[in-house]
């Protein structure tokens, strides 16, 4: 089967080189024309790009954290419509993908989709938590076709990136600050980031906002109040590669500076320019952090330097709650409009804790 696979697939870039050879051929010795593809154009299936198929059915098998959002999202604030998305699982025998959200998958697997599964129907694994708040369930190692993460090398990647301008910006003006050190938290997880809040805290007053600690705060005022501030903890719960999560992208796109905690700033720098943001490693200790963001509260030309980076990339917002999943979502949307190739995904959990 393998070798059927392989042989197919030579011969396919076999024809594709020689017809490439012959079309070479057309415009170097016109007079050479003797490549039959091009002689007998009406033997030629017609071109799969006037061939109208109906958008394929993206099959939302659960709602991520029970969060609803409108299922037009897609259209209306990414300009994506190239699947039709629905949450309908009367659908399921038809649907061309089904989305899977880690989390939601009991331990049994009793909830997950029944068989027998179409034939054409791929599988994505859908998770935005890193490996150590992923609960290993047993079975599914080799079920899904695709993969939907924060994870450079997952099929479907998700991420807000920076867009490069070609024409600077010259208007951005730093918002007004009454706050120097900021921390939104929901909930007490992450050993290294509470150790490292409880060394700076001794060094550097730091407002908290979040029902752990400190003042709850509403949707509607999460970038106002973060724009207040001139510093923003962006302390990620766990350490991994690629776990850049929201907490950098919310100080980035208000004009806040991030502290970040996470993987080293290597890895941050393959998403974000390096002058943007501080990372906790640039400094021996906490001590050192804080007082280094002490002297940047008194120095406003240093401070300001941590914005060069926005005359020629900008930021965007993200999407808060209810609509906080709809970017993935939307991608795997696109995604699997255009990657309509077969694949397995093997070993899922040696690739996600490796
Ligand atoms: C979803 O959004 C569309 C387009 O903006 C709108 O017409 C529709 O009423 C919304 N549906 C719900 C349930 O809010
Ligand atoms: C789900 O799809 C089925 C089959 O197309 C349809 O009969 C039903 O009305 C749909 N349900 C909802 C809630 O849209
Ligand atoms: C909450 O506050 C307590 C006491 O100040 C502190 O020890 C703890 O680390 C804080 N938790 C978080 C998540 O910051
Ligand atoms: C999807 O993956 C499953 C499990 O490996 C496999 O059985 C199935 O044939 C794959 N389907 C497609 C369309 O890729």
Partial sequence: ??????????????????????????????????????????????????????????????????????????????????????????????????????????????????????PFQKWIWFNLESPYHTAKKPGIENLFNHTLSYRQDADIFTRLHLTVRKTPDENFEIPKKEKLVCWFVSNKNGRERNAYYNELKKHIYVHMYGKVNGTRLEHKDYYSTMANCKFYLSFENSVYKDYITEKINGPLSVGTVPVVLGPPRKNYENFIPGDAFIHVQDFPDAKSLAEYLMRLDLDEVAYRRYFNWRRHFSPQRHLVQPQAFDLPICTACEYIATHKYYKEIHDLYKWYNN
């Fill in 1 to 118: 089967m393998a070798i059927m696979i392989l042989n197919g697939a030579l011969l396919y870039r076999l024809v594709i080189v020689v017809t490439i050879a012959c079309l070479g051929s057309l415009f170097w010795f016109s007079y050479l024309n003797n490549c039959s593809p091009v002689q007998h154009p009406q033997q030629r299936p017609a071109r799969p790009d006037l061939v109208k198929e109906e958008k394929p059915i993206l099959l939302l098998w659960f709602w991520p954290e029970n969060l609803l959002f409108n299922l037009s999202d897609c259209q209306t604030i990414f300009n994506i419509d190239s699947c039709f998305l629905t949450d309908n699982r009367s659908l399921y025998s038809n649907a061309d993908a089904v989305l899977i959200y880690h989390k939601s998958i009991n331990r049994d697997l009793s909830n997950l989709p029944p068989s027998p599964r179409p």
